[in-house]
């Protein structure tokens, strides 16, 4: 029998590929559903950081890099549902259809069909929590200083740079997936997620739908402090494009190049 407890890189590569295009057979209310479910996980990740980190201010004073450790620590556990719950997620399919694409496997339009219903779940499902969150009374005191702060800080930012952000992050981000579907088990799938993950966050890099839940729940925090075209065009619109640059080009294209169609023969 195979004891090893992870796949080789190239098979991993198309079990991603395959992945993608298993996405393409569920309905559109299917995959809205599964979205809108990854929306919540990832609520899930930023409340749960939120209350923490947002309330250790003595230590934010003294050491604020412990407060950075604590958010990137409890985040994952986003991820980490969403993998294991067959959610989906708009960055992670970025990846996923580009690879099923370059293998030949669906055609483009399922490509743009997959991101487009994803984003919107996410967006959902994520804005969703944070309103849940607000309504119930746990985004208060510290978590909402922090979340306000956060609304700020991530529209500070020039256009470029941000999408830089975007593009480190998701790469990051898609290397959890990958690392996690390389894994046979449950603890290795938990650690090879969690690390790159944990990682983009310490960073500061930008995810955009970790973000679709952390603005909404800094909007409703800040008293409107900051305008909602604001936070699109100066967060929102790089940060996807970024993700998007990251997921499709530089993780799917490039294991396409090593392992895959691109690179035959070359």
Not at 52 to 69: D, E, I, Q, R
Not at 141 to 152: I, K, L
Not at 223 to 229: C, E, H, T
Request: proline share 5%.
């Amino acid at each position: 029998p195979d004891l090893n407890l992870v796949n080789p890189p190239a098979a991993t590569y198309m079990a991603l590929a395959a992945k993608g295009a298993s996405n393409t057979q569920l309905s559109v209310a299917k995959t809205l559903t599964a979205a809108i479910m990854g929306g919540f996980y990832v609520g899930v990740g930023g409340m749960v950081s939120l209350a923490v980190s947002g309330n250790m201010p003595g230590v934010a004073a003294t050491n604020p890099g412990l407060v950075k450790f604590a958010f990137a620590a409890l985040f994952p556990v986003a991820l980490f549902l969403c993998l294991q719950a067959g959610a989906q997620l708009f960055t992670g399919n970025t990846c996923t259809m580009a690879a099923a694409y370059f293998e030949k496997k669906i055609p483009f339009k399922e490509v743009l069909k997959s991101w487009g219903l994803a984003y919107l779940g996410n967006l959902i499902g994520c804005a969703g929590f944070a309103a849940i969150c607000s309504y119930c009374g746990v985004l208060t005191g510290g978590s909402a200083s922090m979340a306000a702060g956060m609304v700020a800080s991530k529209t500070a930012g020039a256009f470029l740079p941000t999408l830089v952000k975007g593009i480190l992050c998701n790469w990051l981000v898609c290397m959890g997936v990958f690392l996690a579907t390389q894994a046979r088990d449950v603890p290795g799938k938990y650690i090879g997620m969690f690390l790159p993950i944990s990682a983009f966050v310490s960073i500061g890099f930008e995810h955009s739908v970790a973000n679709m839940f952390l603005l909404p729940a800094g909007m409703l925090c800040n008293g409107g402090a900051v305008a909602l075209s604001t936070i699109l065009m100066k967060n929102m619109l790089p940060v996807t494009i970024g993700n998007i640059i990251a997921g499709a080009l530089v993780v799917a294209g490039g294991m396409s190049w090593q392992f895959g169609r691109l690179g035959e023969g070359k």
